[in-house]
């Protein structure tokens, strides 16, 4: 069999088609990028590399449905997020996705522990509260972070706060995981538990993970690496 049959033969979980976003600063035109298209097959680890300003997140933003694409469509396992409307993106995002956004977004108020619980409880039917614990204190020792639990994010380092995010993102053991410079505030050593982590997602656990990122470790263990280049993918 040709590689080509394969290729045909595997599924897809996030295809855009022909994507482009402008954004409007009062009457200037901004062209963040124009007729993205691309799938990502099931399974695998796709890297999206840019330079900083090049639409990664806003590209991000459009996959998750958070915000939408001026022209073009997502769809995602089948999916096309431009026909659900707000509550039902919303349920269809906690239901099958992860996100590890580029500033955490750690809710303030509540410790490390409670934030990664807390995606589990906007879930139906929701798992017992001791069961969601169990599973949050194993994902805080996973990400390195077993001794600060009870610390609340004002008392963690950036690094630290974006292990936490991590930790979120996989408490509802998302089929596809998407993550915004997962590694960007950490040192070598932590970043390369996490290229670990991230790399294990898809290779041993068969997660979709999807990575936009600057970190060279990330895109030489990916199945595939995009550029962005000139508004342009490569
Ligand atoms: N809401 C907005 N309104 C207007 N312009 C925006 C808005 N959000 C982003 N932009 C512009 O869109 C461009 C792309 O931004 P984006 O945050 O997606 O870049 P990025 O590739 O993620 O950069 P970085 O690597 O620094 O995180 C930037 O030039 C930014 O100024
Ligand atoms: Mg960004």
Known sequence: MNELCVEERVETTVEAARLSKVYWDGDRRLEIFKDVTFSVPKGQG???????????????????GLDRPTEGRVRVEGVDLGRLNEAERAEFRNRSLGFVFQFYHLLPEFTALENVMLPAFMRKPRDPESRV?????????RVGLKDRARHFPSELSGGEQQRVAIARALINDPRILFCDEPTGNLDLERGLEIVELLSGLYRREKKTVLIVTHDERIAKMADRVWNMVNRRWQ
């Open 46 to 64: 796709v890297v999206i590399f840019g330079p900083s300003g090049s639409g990664k997140t806003t590209l991000l933003n459009l996959l998750t």
């Open 133 to 141: 614990r169990d599973r949050a204190h194993a994902l805080l020792e």
